[in-house]
Nanobody
Framework: QVQLVESGGGLVQAGGSLRLSCAAS????????MGWFRQAPGKEREFVAL????????NYADSVKGRFTVSRDNAENTVYLQMNSLKAEDTGVYYC???????????????????WGQGTQVTVSS
């Protein structure tokens, strides 16, 4: 049984920073690409960032490039999302997800991911 547990969300002023964590269990974490998605009220869940199984390849949505950094620690089975220069439009529930296939080279779509965390709320006040 795969479990993904996010933490680190909260309320922050515009321009501030937050670091999200996602702890994984139940699967060989180091074999899977991990993704971060977010969902704002009334909007669809959207891709934010991904990191491949080794941590050597990352991709970001244009809206967060240069502000967010995704990383992972395979020894700790944890993936992180460092969010800097936060804006009001970054507000939403942030989810981590584990890719459905090992050693995947892409993963921009929600349908590429089999397992999801419960989400953590990020609220940025302007």
């Amino acid at each position: 049984q795969v479990q993904l547990v996010e933490s680190g969300g909260g309320l922050v002023q515009a321009g501030g920073s937050l670091r999200l964590s996602c702890a994984a269990s139940g699967r060989t974490f180091s074999s899977y690409t991990m993704g971060w998605f977010r969902q704002a009220p009334g909007k669809e869940r959207e891709f934010v960032a991904l990191i491949n199984w080794r941590g050597g390849t990352t991709n970001y949505a244009d809206s967060v490039k240069g502000r967010f950094t995704v990383s992972r620690d395979n020894a700790e089975n944890t993936v992180y999302l460092q969010m800097n220069s936060l804006k009001a439009e970054d507000t939403g529930v942030y989810y981590c997800a584990m890719h459905s296939k090992p050693f995947a080279v892409s993963g921009f779509e929600r349908t590429s991911y089999s397992y999801w965390g419960q989400g953590t709320q990020v609220t940025v006040s302007s």
